[in-house]
């Protein structure tokens, strides 16, 4: 095996792929990040593949010259070091069943290497039936529902997003039990694919997605089965597990909010306040009291040892005044993640959880403290 590549694209690309290599002993190899070079008269390509078992991705790089196809193991620590400390402009690379060769201008070194024979293989993208959505779209919906999963749910499978795929919608749902947030987005169902039972996805493999596919690939298909999922985006196919376990029937924790006052707030203003208010709270002592008047919003809070805060916004509210204290840590993983030019409405009540709403179909929903 023998070929040629340019070394900063290669050098990103290399580093994605073994971020997904497994960290503990399931097999040595699996450690490490496995290269297949392929050429045909009208391409070559260089396909890196990377897996710990329970996620998988096979990233494939075309800026490349290919002299002999073959696949090799390449040794990840050692080759992440080599293009960290050169500086040149392509990487050569071949490789025998023993030794990798990596030449960077009048840099040399070689490197043991192990048999390929025990490497999982992560198979391409050959699914007839999926969802297909855009690829903004989709990081969106996973960077507004990641922050809210909880791993240390004994009852429920809260460590994951549920990801529901029906006739022309995807909807993504996390909760920790303190805070439910739920991003709708438009995608196409194709040869007739939806959801089979429960699919939570692991955060992990989500974010792996988020940060594989890239303004060049305008869509993402998505193929969901009874124990995984199949992520392709042009040269990037992701595979994991799924989590087993239930998940809350969470369209009945949706609150009713017919009956309750809308407040329109600014993202940015509002982000700013909470995070002033915030500035003495402590974990003895996280929460902030809302106070919703006639044209007036006040954030309030007091630490012991610490201090108090007041902070003030004018708000479009009329009614009956409002009281509400929430964890603004909580708010604040909210409010990140929005466009700060960007307007929420809250939906207020004296008792129960608060609801968050924005027009682009994202709900998100926030117990108050006692």
């Not at 390509?45 to 696949?71: F, N, P, W, Y």
């Not at 960077?143 to 009852?155: G, I, L, N, Q």
């Amino acid at each position: 095996m023998k070929f040629t590549t340019p070394r900063t694209q290669f050098s990103q690309i290399f580093q994605l792929t073994a971020s997904v290599a497994a960290t503990r002993d399931v097999k040595p190899v699996m450690q490490n990040v496995k290269v297949k070079t392929e050429s045909a008269a009208d391409a070559q390509q260089l396909v890196l593949m990377a897996t710990d078992g329970e996620i998988g991705i096979r990233k494939s790089v075309t800026q490349c010259t290919v002299a002999e196809t073959g696949e090799a193991i390449i040794p990840t620590k050692r080759m992440k070091l080599i293009l960290q400390e050169v500086t040149s402009g392509n990487v050569d690379v071949s490789s025998d069943s023993q030794l990798m060769t990596v030449v960077c201008d009048s840099s040399r070194f070689q490197l043991t290497t192990q048999p390929t024979d025990e490497f999982p293989e992560v198979y391409p993208f050959e699914e007839t039936a999926y969802h297909e959505v855009s690829t903004d779209v989709f990081r969106e919906l996973v960077k507004r529902t990641v922050f809210a999963t909880e791993t240390e749910s004994s009852r429920y499978a809260l460590g994951g997003v549920l990801l529901e795929m029906l006739d022309d919608k995807i909807i993504g749902v996390a909760t920790d039990g303190r805070r439910l947030a739920c991003q709708e987005i438009s995608a196409s169902s194709v040869g007739g694919h939806l959801s089979e039972g429960t699919a939570i996805v692991p955060p992990r493999a989500l974010s792996l997605v988020e940060r594989a596919t890239t303004d060049e690939s305008p869509t993402i298909k998505i193929n969901m089965s009874s124990n995984r999922m199949l992520a392709n985006s042009q040269n990037t196919t992701l595979f994991t597990r799924l989590i087993e376990g239930r998940f809350p029937k969470w369209r009945t924790i949706m609150p009713n909010v017919t009956d309750r006052i809308c407040v329109p707030l600014p993202v940015g203003g509002f982000y700013s306040a909470v995070r002033q208010a915030a500035i003495v709270t402590s974990e003895k002592q996280p929460g902030v009291i809302f106070q919703f008047s006639e044209g007036n919003l006040v954030l309030q809070a007091q630490g012991a040892e610490i201090g108090e805060s007041v902070i003030e916004m004018p708000i479009a509210y009329q009614g009956q005044p409002c009281n509400v204290k929430l964890d603004p840590a909580y708010l604040i993983d909210f409010l990140r993640v929005l466009p700060s030019e960007k307007t929420i409405d809250v939906y207020v009540a004296n008792d129960g959880p608060i609801v968050f709403k924005t027009d682009d179909d994202y709900t998100y929903i926030l117990m108050p403290l006692t």
